[in-house]
């Protein structure tokens, strides 16, 4: 059994009569106290796929599913080992995890050894179902394994939202960042300041490709999550061990939350009631104004956010903030004297550090991007380093958590080849094997800062994909190849065996296909998913390595 994706540890092949384990109508499902919950998973999902009721019961033809102090001694909470030779407790199949997310992440490994018919949403003819007779010991190498989707610059409607979150969970990621507000929308209801999504989730129209293309699409585009709406994505998560961290951006980033609540924005420089929510890409000079009315506003919206959002980790942005306002405002001016702050820099920094008491208070965390080591970094803040390496090797050397998720490396937005029919290029290059061979940890660090490396994340702006197809063409395959980098303990990227992973993949193009993932062939993009004549923003010259 060869074709898993991601990789496992070890794969034991049993001698065993049959070589083959057998499922049909009378296997059932028996799950012990913890596992209920990926019970019901299998049932919704695999049981759907295959015609395979599961009904309730133990014995020899049973898939058995339970939680091991022995797996989680030896592998941790993610670890699982998975038994298909029916030599284990009576049981046909065995799935024994150290947590319910092990026993989870043993799920997915179960079914992919099914086939990819096993992904479908109903059986396609009356079948036996077979997996091989084999152990499979696993455990993934970090805790942090995300994917970051920008839902802000197009909106992606909630059901394209809970499709991702399965595609996650497919390939063993288990951090969805969402990225919910910036210049160009505000894409959550926050019930105290009702104008965010009444004004700031619209935009007019909407440029088409990179900003210096001179197309445009004039339909009004824009749309938002009510607070349900998250109730719901959170909880189909959480069914799914995926930890959704939510990003409002501040104080950069927020064209759109002045444009519905000017007073937000440095109004002794601007007419900021003219302001409309950005219809154009880029970085915005429109940033918060540094004043006590702007931290309440903001403390307000995050009691809502936590309210909804459970996870320890809440992610502020930081990021691109222009000082060209304050540099120019009495008021901020004002305000970086009264609080005896070196610069602009330091200011941006004062709002991070006041949002990281703010939640530290709360029992949470801040994280931001790199940005938010520019003028002294909050103390217990983590950064997501983006611009590179170096950003991630300063925290962590410093003591702070870092997520590894350079852009030269993983962000998934720029094009995938060199070749004109690449749709709307932007950015390096980065093909499949490029992903398969990023390290999240620069070998230079020592053990101590690299313990700070929580794990590793793959980005996915928005700006030039105006649909989940779009989305998809962008993200997948490289997906799955991230997916590895993130679980499995992968050698050197020098020694990796990417024609051993491309050989898989060819089991995984199937998968893919039968969730209708509408990726971009190895032999290049179909000619629906090209836009001949659509600007886009390529670099010159390869990015740098570690």
Same mark, same amino acid.
């Given at each position: 059994?060869?074709?898993?994706?991601?990789?496992?540890?070890?794969?034991?092949?049993?001698?065993?009569?049959?070589?083959?384990?057998?499922?049909?109508?009378?296997?059932?499902? +028996?799950?012990?106290?913890?596992?209920?919950?990926?019970?019901?998973?299998?049932?919704?999902?695999? =049981?759907?796929?295959?015609? /395979?009721?599961?009904?309730?019961?133990?014995?020899? @033809?049973?898939?058995?599913? @339970?939680?091991?102090? +022995?797996?989680?001694?030896?592998?941790?909470?993610?670890?699982?080992?998975?038994?298909?030779?029916?030599?284990?407790?009576?049981?046909?199949?065995?799935?024994? =995890?150290?947590?319910?997310?092990?026993?989870?992440?043993?799920?997915?490994?179960? %079914?992919?050894?099914?086939?990819?018919?096993?992904?479908?949403?109903?059986?396609?003819?009356? %079948?036996?179902?077979?997996?091989?007779?084999?152990?499979?010991?696993?455990? #993934?190498?970090?805790?942090?394994?995300?994917?970051?989707?920008? &839902?802000?610059?197009?909106?992606?409607?909630?059901?394209?939202?809970?499709?991702?979150?399965?595609?996650?969970?497919?390939?063993?990621?288990?951090?969805?960042?969402?990225?919910?507000?910036?210049?160009?929308?505000? @894409?959550?209801?926050?019930?105290?300041?009702?104008?965010?999504?009444?004004?700031?989730?619209?935009?007019?129209?909407?440029?088409?490709?990179?900003?210096?293309?001179?197309?445009? +699409? +004039?339909?009004?585009?824009?749309?938002?999550?009510?607070?349900?709406?998250?109730?719901?994505?959170?909880?189909?998560?959480?069914?799914?061990?995926?930890?959704?961290?939510?990003?409002?951006?501040?104080?950069?980033?927020?064209?759109?939350?002045?444009?519905?609540?000017?007073?937000?924005?440095?109004?002794?420089?601007?007419?900021?009631?003219?302001?409309?929510?950005?219809?154009?890409?880029?970085?915005?000079? *429109?940033?918060?104004?540094?004043?006590?009315?702007?931290?309440?506003?903001?403390?307000?919206?995050?009691?809502?956010?936590?309210?909804?959002?459970?996870?320890?980790?809440?992610?502020?942005?930081?990021?691109?903030?222009?000082?060209?306002?304050?540099?120019?405002?009495?008021?901020?001016?004002?305000?970086?004297?009264?609080?005896? /702050?070196?610069?602009?820099?330091?200011?941006?920094?004062?709002?991070?550090?006041?949002?990281? %008491?703010?939640?530290?208070?709360?029992?949470?965390?801040?994280?931001?991007?790199?940005?938010?080591?520019?003028?002294?970094?909050?103390?217990?803040?983590? &950064?997501?380093?983006? @611009?590179?390496?170096?950003?991630?090797?300063?925290?962590?050397?410093?003591? *702070?958590?870092?997520?590894?998720?350079?852009?030269?490396? &993983?962000?998934?937005?720029?094009?995938?080849?060199?070749?004109?029919?690449? #749709?709307?290029?932007?950015?390096?290059?980065?093909?499949?094997?490029?992903?398969?061979?990023?390290?999240?940890?620069?070998?230079?660090?020592?053990?101590?800062?690299?313990? *700070?490396?929580?794990?590793?994340?793959?980005?996915?702006?928005?700006?030039?994909?105006?649909?989940?197809?779009?989305?998809?063409?962008?993200?997948? #395959?490289?997906?799955?190849?991230?997916?590895?980098?993130?679980?499995?303990?992968?050698?050197?990227?020098?020694?990796?065996?990417?024609?051993?992973?491309?050989?898989?993949?060819?089991?995984?193009?199937?998968?893919?296909?039968?969730?209708?993932?509408?990726?971009?062939?190895?032999?290049?993009?179909? #000619?629906?998913?090209?836009?001949?004549?659509?600007?886009?923003?390529?670099?010159?010259?390869?990015?740098?390595?570690?």
């Amino acid at each position: 059994m060869t074709d898993l994706v991601p990789a496992p540890r070890g794969v034991e092949q049993r001698d065993s009569t049959p070589a083959r384990t057998c499922l049909g109508e009378r296997t059932t499902l +028996d799950a012990h106290p913890g596992t209920e919950g990926v019970a019901r998973w299998l049932r919704r999902e695999v =049981g759907a796929a295959t015609g /395979l009721p599961f009904a309730d019961g133990a014995g020899s @033809r049973s898939v058995l599913l @339970r939680l091991s102090a +022995d797996v989680a001694r030896e592998s941790g909470p993610e670890g699982y080992r998975l038994s298909t030779d029916g030599s284990v407790d009576d049981a046909a199949v065995l799935i024994e =995890g150290g947590s319910a997310a092990g026993v989870f992440w043993g799920a997915q490994t179960f %079914r992919q050894m099914l086939g990819p018919d096993a992904y479908r949403k109903a059986p396609l003819r009356e %079948r036996d179902w077979d997996v091989p007779a084999v152990t499979v010991e696993d455990e #993934p190498r970090f805790a942090w394994r995300g994917l970051m989707l920008d &839902v802000s610059r197009h909106f992606m409607p909630k059901e394209g939202v809970l499709r991702y979150l399965d595609l996650l969970a497919a390939h063993k990621l288990n951090v969805f960042h969402l990225h919910l507000t910036d210049d160009q929308g505000w @894409r959550i209801e926050i019930k105290r300041h009702p104008k965010l999504t009444e004004v700031g989730a619209w935009r007019a129209r909407t440029k088409y490709g990179h900003r210096a293309s001179p197309l445009w +699409d +004039d339909k009004p585009h824009g749309g938002h999550y009510t607070q349900d709406d998250i109730r719901e994505i959170v909880a189909y998560a959480t069914e799914r061990h995926i930890t959704v961290v939510p990003e409002i951006d501040v104080p950069g980033h927020s064209q759109a939350a002045i444009a519905a609540y000017p007073e937000l924005g440095n109004t002794d420089v601007i007419d900021t009631t003219s302001l409309t929510v950005r219809d154009n890409w880029g970085i915005s000079p *429109h940033v918060l104004a540094p004043t006590d009315n702007t931290l309440r506003f903001y403390e307000g919206v995050l009691e809502e956010v936590l309210d909804l959002f459970p996870s320890t980790f809440v992610h502020i942005g930081g990021d691109e903030c222009a000082k060209d306002q304050w540099k120019a405002s009495a008021a901020a001016q004002a305000r970086i004297k009264e609080l005896r /702050l070196a610069d602009e820099d330091e200011l941006q920094s004062w709002f991070i550090r006041h949002f990281d %008491r703010w939640l530290t208070d709360r029992g949470r965390r801040l994280i931001g991007w790199d940005e938010i080591l520019e003028g002294g970094l909050a103390p217990g803040a983590a &950064v997501s380093s983006w @611009r590179g390496y170096q950003g991630g090797i300063t925290a962590a050397e410093a003591g *702070h958590d870092v997520v590894m998720c350079p852009e030269q490396q &993983v962000y998934l937005d720029h094009r995938q080849a060199a070749g004109d029919d690449e #749709p709307m290029p932007i950015g390096y290059v980065r093909t499949l094997e490029d992903v398969y061979r990023f390290e999240p940890v620069p070998p230079a660090l020592t053990p101590e800062a690299a313990a *700070h490396v929580l794990g590793t994340q793959a980005n996915v702006w928005t700006e030039v994909m105006q649909d989940g197809s779009r989305v998809d063409y962008q993200v997948f #395959p490289r997906l799955a190849a991230f997916a590895e980098v993130a679980w499995s303990a992968l050698p050197a990227p020098a020694e990796r065996d990417f024609a051993d992973f491309e050989r898989r993949m060819t089991a995984h193009y199937a998968r893919l296909d039968a969730l209708g993932v509408h990726y971009r062939p190895p032999g290049g993009p179909l #000619p629906w998913q090209r836009r001949p004549g659509v600007a886009g923003r390529p670099i010159d010259g390869a990015p740098p390595n570690v």
